[in-house]
């Protein structure tokens, strides 16, 4: 708990000092990014056992640990990303947003730790309110206020399906509490109310038929928050999902595992062939990102073990890969002040690092040895197979060659179309940190990937 009053802290001074600063004009407007990296840095060292207890039904075991840990890092990054964009086109409005995402930080923390129907619920407010109001905060921007627009229709409709879903669990079983739910006898309506959840739940991790809203909301709101929207918020939710079906209902496996099989099933597939048809980015990593919840999903459907310390092991791989190429597409879009593919043509001879940071990221997305990525969809698949789903794996094998045409299309429009511009692409310092750590966190677990394993192995022992 130490770790969420020191984000709640670290919020109130982000905000604090922006009260204060506007007084003194334009040039304090980068100075809340620097106390937001430093300060999340810092809070960073309180992730640990704590015998503090303010929220109850919050557990702050190695699983909550493990997800805090990766959502502040996606968070750092975030920062890092946004750092040069705030400072161009957001005037006096930086600390407003620095304050937002501390908040929506703290909501994803206490969300993965939650062990309470009602805790989960007001969590994921807490972690979706300020990513509406980030979505629509360039100053001029239409598109993003019409991404928050969406986002928030779409958020509200997910969250009442999701309460009305508890509701129902609350009134047949009379409890919301996590260990009371887990061995009850389940109703009808009880049933009603866990399929209702699941599908708020597949709403906020935007699962097909739930996902028509993300590819509008990545093109629209501002890439840095897209790098930060593509990794914490769902990994959180999927978290939260994993704990209330494994932790509360693992009896009942043969109602929502074939559930989620079929989720994960078609999010594959319409994910990754409507990936094939697009020609913006951001809208192609939109789509890419749909289908790697339903690999994903793989390892929640098999109902085991080892697939969910995968999911774990696949959310840590996934962060640095997704947020990695959000940084480079970053890049290259205020370069050439387009999201287009065609932006990419010849990128190899202007910048060849940010072509070669941009064909790893690639590469882990596609699952191609030896990255990390390619250690993911294996042991995911293999936890799909031990869970029985051999017709899945398959499904989802062959589908992972489709996305590699999409992957190298990218690749190729960089290092073999020729490019009409001269000279290079600059690169923001804060921005060449973000994408050299995301390098690392692709290449050096694509090596050795048996830390990170283990680390997932100790974090999802918390379930069982």
Known sequence: MKYIISLLVLSFIILGFDLVARKEGRRWKAVPIYITLIGLIACGFLIAPDEIRILKGFSNDPLARFMEILILVAGILGALAFARTGEERMGERVGEYCFLLVLSIMGMSILVGASDLLLVFVSFELMSLPLYAMAGFMIGDERGVEASMKFLIVGVISSAMMFYGISLVYG????????????????????????????????????????????????????????????????????????????????????????????????????????????????????????HIGYMLVGLAAANGLGITMILFYLATYLFANMGAFMVVEVVSRAEGSEEIECFRGLATRSPLLALSMLLFLLSLGGIPFMAGFWAKLYVFLAGVKGGLIWLVLLGAVLAIVALYYYLMVARRMYIEPSGEKGGVDIPFPLAIGIAVCIIGVVVPGIFPGFLVRLSEIASSAIF
Request: proline share 6%; aromatic share 10%; glycine share 10%.
């Open 172 to 291: 047949c079983l009379g409890t919301t509490s996590f260990t009371a739910l887990k061995g009850e006898g389940l109703s009808m309506l009880s049933v009603l109310g866990l399929v209702l959840i699941m599908a708020g739940f597949g709403f906020k991790i935007a699962t097909v038929p739930f996902h028509a809203w993300l590819p509008d909301v990545y093109e629209g709101a501002p890439t840095p928050l897209v790098a930060f929207l593509s990794m914490a918020p769902k990994g959180a939710g999927l978290v939260a999902l994993i704990r209330i079906l494994s932790g509360i209902f693992p009896d009942m496996s043969f109602i929502w595992a074939p559930i989620l099989a079929g989720l994960s099933a078609v999010s594959m597939i319409v994910g990754n062939y409507l990936a094939l048809a697009q020609r913006n980015i951001k809208r192609l990593l939109a789509y890419s990102s749909i289908a």
